[in-house]
């Protein structure tokens, strides 16, 4: 009678690859830094955004605005430590996305370009926040 082959196992999962080699405490720093940012930003100027918004639209601008509140709070007290490629990217492309913004609010009259900004440093914040904290 011939021996069955064990079928392997699942292999290990090995944590993700960081991008550079930060502690903990300058991963988190960072990351907190993207979302913070962003919210500081959206916070100061949306009055000025509301106003330049059409009517139609500016359910959406609180929708961002409260989202991207609960996102700052959720980076404000959870550790955001991981520094993987995803979330350095992601940390890169708000950070990115935040300094567009303020230069395009110098000029509220693109208001859909910058509510389509807006939309995407949230959803890009979230993904920080999400991705980023560790147990």
């Given at each position: 009678m011939a021996k069955k082959k064990k079928k392997p196992g699942p292999r290990p999962t090995?944590?993700?690859?960081?991008?550079?080699?930060?502690?903990?405490?300058?991963?988190?720093?960072?990351?907190?830094?993207?979302?913070?940012?962003?919210?500081?930003?959206?916070?100061?100027?949306?009055?000025?955004?509301?106003?330049?918004?059409?009517?139609?639209?500016?359910?959406?601008?609180?929708?961002?605005?409260?989202?991207?509140?609960?996102?700052?709070?959720?980076?404000?007290?959870?550790?955001?430590?991981?520094?993987?490629?995803?979330?350095?990217?992601?940390?890169?492309?708000?950070?990115?996305?935040?300094?567009?913004?303020?230069?395009?609010?110098?000029?509220?009259?693109?208001?859909?370009?910058?509510?389509?900004?807006?939309?995407?440093?949230?959803?890009?914040?979230?993904?920080?926040?999400?991705?980023?904290a560790t147990v």
């Amino acid at each position: 009678m011939a021996k069955k082959k064990k079928k392997p196992g699942p292999r290990p999962t090995a944590p993700a690859p960081s991008v550079e080699e930060l502690s903990d405490v300058q991963a988190h720093a960072l990351n907190y830094e993207a979302v913070s940012a962003f919210w500081l930003m959206l916070r100061d100027k949306g009055g000025e955004i509301y106003d330049a918004c059409p009517e139609e639209k500016r359910e959406l601008l609180q929708a961002i605005r409260s989202s991207a509140r609960d996102a700052f709070f959720k980076a404000k007290n959870e550790r955001l430590e991981d520094n993987n490629a995803v979330v350095a990217q992601i940390r890169k492309e708000l950070t990115d996305i935040t300094k567009r913004l303020k230069e395009d609010l110098t000029d509220l009259k693109k208001i859909e370009a910058i509510l389509k900004k807006l939309t995407e440093a949230v959803k890009l914040a979230g993904s920080i926040v999400s991705l980023a904290a560790t147990v």
